[in-house]
């Protein structure tokens, strides 16, 4: 290891047992503590079986980073495909890391941040803090924020979606970084906390696109609703 690497299990959810691996000089480290090879391996030895993704950590821009420097903030960009094959972008929000976790996950005790149609920060909810103006850590403010990268990361999103089209609906988590817009991972099935109860995840226009469904309709790999 030559330098700082993401370590996640496949098949994972809400950030759970991923570990960040650095090394000075001869010197480990997993989330920041001092850390022997042993440790490693017996952290990648629990689920070795489904196996584990080895990425390449990266670095926010500076202005995301300073909401929460001591994970990768990443939005999550919900798209959703049409009956008539068409793409849509649903919804989009900002990850944001709280506590001592690597990880931005709302399932990890993390934020989310709400942005309307020009890129600005609207409201801010987290997991055990509720509806805030700044973040509960690092006391930066988060609401009238002009974000930066954020029509570049719809049209990354927007561009995987067609290239894996023959699905129906994606929640990706693009971080947007010192090189731009980057992809860390599509989920196909994407959770809905807080904003499932404010602005819903899905307008009429896309809502009169989708195919009717019920319990009993037949399983579609497509996923298209």
């Known amino acids: 290891i030559n330098k700082d690497v993401v370590v996640k299990p496949i098949s994972g959810a809400q950030g759970k047992n991923i570990i960040i691996v650095t090394r000075n000089d001869d010197i480990f480290f997993i989330n920041n503590k001092p850390s022997s090879i042993e440790d490693i391996w017996n952290h ?51 990850k944001l890391g709280t506590g ?17 149609e020009n890129g600005r920060s609207v409201r801010a909810f987290f997991q055990k803090d509720g509806l805030v103006t700044h973040h509960p850590d690092t006391r930066v403010k988060l609401i009238g924020i002009e974000l930066d990268g954020y029509q570049e990361v719809i049209d990354l999103a927007m561009r995987a979606s067609e290239i894996f ?14 090189k731009g817009a980057q992809i860390i991972e599509g989920n196909l099935f994407w959770g809905t906390n807080y904003p499932a109860l404010t602005t819903g995840l899905v307008s009429d226009d896309i809502a009169k696109g989708l195919r009717p469904r019920n319990m009993f309709s037949k399983w579609d790999i497509a996923f298209v609703l």
């Open 165 to 178: 089209g023959f699905m129906g609906t994606f929640g990706w988590d693009i971080a947007y970084t010192d």
């Open 44 to 94: 990648i030895s629990t689920d070795i079986k489904r196996g584990f993704l080895i990425e390449d950590k990266h670095v926010n821009s500076p202005r995301l980073a300073s909401f929460f420097p001591a994970c990768l903030n990443t939005y999550r960009v919900v798209t959703i495909k049409t009956n008539d094959g068409k793409w849509h972008m649903a919804h989009i929000i900002l």
């Open 100 to 116: 001592n976790s690597v990880v931005d996950n709302y399932g990890a005790g993390g934020g989310e941040l709400y942005i309307d």
